[in-house]
């Protein structure tokens, strides 16, 4: 169910250290991690003119990655490296989903930088 491939970008504190001891915040590249992204219909806004459907972005991830509301993600492709959604992305919402007993997924709604 995973077809898509991307890149995320996790934003570390402390990873190196300058001349005074001082933590230099740094950024961690996780390449080509097994995702898939969707459109769904977050809501319908309606005026004199008309709807207006209201679209947001959802990456679903497999549970073995850590995901918090400051990693990027980039270069969304699929398997043969065709561009899915151009652009950087930081998470807007991280919303865990449970089997019975375990972490199944996670379901993160994207917002485009």
Do not use: W
Request: hydrophobic share 35%; with cysteine.
């Amino acid at each position: 169910m995973l077809v898509h491939r991307c890149t995320l970008l996790i934003q570390v504190e402390g990873a190196q250290e300058d001349d005074y001891g001082r933590p230099i915040p740094g950024t961690i590249e996780h390449m080509n991690i097994p995702c898939r992204v969707d459109q769904v219909r977050e809501r319908v806004a309606s005026d004199d003119t008309g709807n207006d459907f209201i679209l947001s972005n959802i990456l679903f991830l497999g549970p073995g990655h850590e995901v918090t509301l400051d990693t990027k993600i980039v270069n969304i492709e699929d398997l043969e490296g065709n561009p899915v959604l151009s652009g950087s992305f930081s998470v807007k919402n991280r919303n865990p989903v449970y089997g019975r007993r375990r972490l199944h997924h996670l379901e993160i709604t994207l917002q485009k930088e």
